[in-house]
Every structure is written in structure tokens, then in C-alpha cells.
């Protein structure tokens, strides 16, 4: 990409981009898989996005639909190419629409990062829950793992009541053609925990070990077009015996037994705390790193431009449209749901700013403190990212697609985020407490 830049009167930067044919394609073919993904197409063998758009969707010229994407793709690259990093997301300007094959001229109006100042570079002071994974937690996932080994055996015989757990003999069949899926010899299953439909449980509930009973029940089902119906299901049952169901206590012999990579329970015990401690260390720094982030930007200086806060509310409002799609609503009903119109903006433009400040007071941090970005603070910058992406997979996505410089600033708000951590003031919460507590008994204790 050829990208000329020129700065203008208001301190902000122009670029004119002129992109390679090869640049053209690969973001309309970007745009193609986005708008896939977006509309639940299935990729079919031997043919390629657009083929399935027009036979699915009817869409003649996806390239028409997907242009504003395929253009917004190309954004990033010039401004990557350039070093630059903009204080808000710019939009591309042009005078025709992109082709493929083609080269494709557009322009772009950056106003750069601003670099603001804080009032104190000082140490923050915050005051933090201890950490702890408690013994509950720790025998909650111990007695999880005692259900996943849980035997049934049998239990005093009685008629069979909602709830028990019983075993049965099933033969079952739909207009005289047998159902290998439901017949079995023996099976046990628990009444009214919903695995079959109610007029089962009603025709087993009452019966009494050694008996058999014939009768037909109603379920779901869905016919050899995929739509749904109802399956009509005849059945003999027999209850051959009702059930208790045994949890095992785990002891060394059933460790050595079910599971041999532990030496001991206590061993068992020990692996489960490291993994929660792990798992909640994590969760743990994330939240203090925030606390020291949000006691920095009190140390703020500066304006922010109307600009800046637009793009960022209009960036967090398409993250509220999709989190009310997911949850099948309505824009209006989501925000009504957060207290209505009025409630929800004054949250938004608090958020807003607060995100934006933050973010701001780190850059500020990273520059005072003339930290410097290695490969190790890329990876870490992309698993804060993506945890469940490979870290130089993700980087080399983002680097290829032009985005290399939002990785970037990632990566030193967050190298400035751990540095701030590692030098703040830290009060446990509760400790300062004991120790004022003790203070103040000792001076009793001198009178």
C-alpha cells in the first residue's frame, strides 16, 4: 500500500492510500467470511462464499454488500504503515466503490494519540481483598468429582414414588416397528428429572418392583424434514428393582483405584487447591491491576476531544446491540432493563470516560517511565486478548491485517498496568484493621 501522509491545520493527519490489487482481495475476502459468520452461512465443499450467499441468500454481487467492510479492513494497514496511533477509529473517504483486481485510492483523516500528562508519577495506594481459595470451594469440586463416580444399587423395594431412581426393563416401539434407542434390559432413571416426557414418569410412577405395565406416551420428536412433530410411543415396562444412589468418599484406596496419577487423596486434595489458586490468581490480578489503573487516572490532565468520547460510545453501543441480540431483545427493551434511556446514558458516558482516562493515564505511565516492549509483552498483551487463541497465532493475525499498532498499545497499557502494580502501596483489607487494632491495645496497655 502506497500511503501519503500530509498534516493538516488542526493538528490532525491526512493520508492518501492508494491499495494493491492483492490488499483488495484479501480484505473482500476478510468481508466475506465476516458477513458468513454473521448470517449463519455453512461453508460447502467445492464452492466459495459468494456461490452460497446467492443460493442461500439470493445475493447476486456480494461484493456490493460487503464493500463497507472490505473497506474499513483496509484502514489499519495505512495506518500501520505509517507508525501511527490514532486516539479513536478514522473512516476511510473515496470516490468510488472497491473492485477486486483492482487498485483502490481512499483517504483518511487521523487524529493522532495525544500524549497527556498526570499530576504525580508517585507510587498508587490501594487497598485489596486478601486472596484466598477457601477449603469449601476446594471440597465442592471434590464432591463434584465423587458424583461423576456415583453407583446405583438397590434399595427397599416400594412402589415407585417422583424422584426415586429405579431400573427398568423397556420395550418400546412406534407402529410396530421396534426403537433400538429406548429398549434396553435394564436402565436405570430417575422420575421427574425431566429425561422423559411427562406421560412416562405418570405410567411408572406407582408401579411396584416385578411389575409390567403396557401403555403409550407422547414425546418430541422431528420428521424427515428436520421440522418438529410429535412421536407417539408404545411401551412395556418392567421396574426390576429401586435404586439408592452411593457416592463414593474418596480415600486413598479409591484414589489408587480411579485414579493412579495421585499418590494420595490428600495428594488429589492438593492438585484440585493448585488449579483453583491458579485459576483464581488470575482473576485476582486482573482486579487489582484495575483498582491501580483507576486510582492512576485520578491523577489525569487534560481534555478529552468530543471526538474521541463519540467513537468510543459508539464503539461500546455495538457491543450493547450485540449482547441484546445474543439474549434475543430488542435494543429499547435492553436498555429499559438497566433503568431506562436517561439511567443508562449517564452509565455509559461514567464508562466511557473512565475507559478512556485509564487508558490514557498508562500511555502517560509507559513514556515517564521509559518502560520498552519486548516479545514476551506481545504474547502476554494477546492472551489478555484471546486466552483461548495461541498468542504468536493471534499476533500474526493482527500484524497481517494492519492492526499491529492496536497489539502495540495493548501491549504497554498493559506492561504500564503490571509496572504500577508491582510498585503500588498494597493494603490488605481487614490486615490494616487487625494492625490499628493492636496499635491501639498496646497504647491502652502503656497508660
Not at 415 to 440: F, P, S, T, V, Y
Amino acid at each position: 500500500m502506497k500511503v501519503t501522509q500530509r498534516k493538516l491545520d488542526d493538528g490532525k493527519l491526512r493520508l492518501e492510500c492508494v491499495a494493491t490489487p492483492v490488499e483488495v482481495n484479501e480484505v473482500l475476502q476478510n468481508a466475506y467470511i465476516q458477513f458468513a459468520q454473521q448470517m449463519g452461512l455453512r461453508p460447502e465443499k467445492d464452492k466459495t462464499v459468494a456461490q452460497v450467499a446467492e443460493e442461500q441468500m439470493g445475493i447476486k454481487n456480494l461484493d456490493s454488500i460487503v464493500q463497507d467492510q472490505a473497506i474499513e479492513g483496509l484502514v489499519p494497514y495505512a495506518i500501520d504503515k505509517k507508525n501511527l496511533t490514532p486516539a479513536y477509529p478514522p473512516k476511510a473517504e473515496h470516490d468510488r466503490a472497491i473492485a477486486r483486481d483492482r487498485e483502490f485510492a481512499f483517504t483518511v483523516v487521523v487524529l493522532p494519540k495525544p500524549n497527556y500528562e498526570l499530576s504525580s508519577y508517585e507510587p498508587v495506594s490501594i487497598t485489596v481483598q486478601p486472596f484466598e481459595v477457601s477449603e469449601d470451594e476446594v471440597q465442592r469440586h471434590m464432591d463434584e468429582t465423587a458424583e461423576h463416580y456415583a453407583e446405583y444399587v438397590a434399595d427397599d423395594p416400594h412402589p415407585v414414588a417422583k424422584g426415586d431412581s429405579v431400573k427398568v426393563k423397556l420395550e418400546c416401539s412406534e407402529d410396530g416397528k421396534p426403537m433400538p434407542g429406548l429398549t434396553t434390559e435394564g436402565r436405570t432413571y430417575t422420575t421427574g428429572a425431566g429425561y422423559m416426557p411427562d406421560g412416562f414418569d405418570e405410567n411408572i410412577i406407582g408401579m411396584n418392583v416385578g411389575e409390567t405395565k403396557e401403555f403409550t406416551f407422547e414425546g418430541p420428536s422431528l420428521d424427515d424434514d428436520g421440522n418438529e412433530c410429535t412421536q407417539k410411543v408404545e411401551c412395556r415396562a418392567t421396574v426390576l428393582e429401586i435404586q439408592k444412589k452411593v457416592v463414593p468418599a474418596i480415600t486413598d484406596e479409591w484414589v489408587t483405584k480411579y485414579m493412579p496419577m495421585y499418590k494420595s487423596a490428600d495428594d488429589f486434595r492438593n492438585s484440585i487447591r493448585e488449579s483453583l489458586e491458579k485459576q483464581g490468581r488470575e482473576q485476582y490480578d486482573d482486579y487489582n491491576r484495575q483498582l491501580a489503573a483507576s486510582e492512576l487516572a485520578r491523577r489525569f490532565q487534560g481534555s478529552i476531544a468530543d471526538e474521541v468520547y463519540e467513537a468510543m460510545r459508539e464503539q461500546l453501543m455495538n457491543n450493547v446491540r450485540q449482547t441484546a441480540q445474543q439474549q434475543g431483545k430488542t435494543l429499547d427493551a435492553f436498555i429499559e432493563e438497566q433503568g431506562g434511556q436517561q439511567q443508562f446514558g449517564m452509565m455509559m458516558m461514567m464508562q466511557i470516560r473512565e475507559l478512556l482516562v485509564q487508558g490514557f493515564a498508562l500511555d502517560a505511565l509507559f513514556r515517564h517511565e521509559h518502560l520498552v516492549l519486548n516479545d514476551d509483552d506481545i504474547n502476554a498483551a494477546c492472551r489478555a486478548m484471546n486466552p483461548q487463541v495461541n498468542p504468536k497465532m493471534l499476533r500474526q493475525r493482527l500484524e497481517q491485517t494492519g492492526r499491529g499498532f492496536m497489539l502495540r498499545e495493548a501491549a504497554e497499557r498493559l506492561k504500564a498496568n503490571n509496572w504500577l502494580l508491582e510498585h503500588a502501596n498494597i493494603r490488605i483489607a481487614g490486615e490494616q484493621a487487625d494492625a490499628d487494632k493492636a496499635e491501639a491495645d498496646a497504647a491502652d496497655a502503656a497508660e
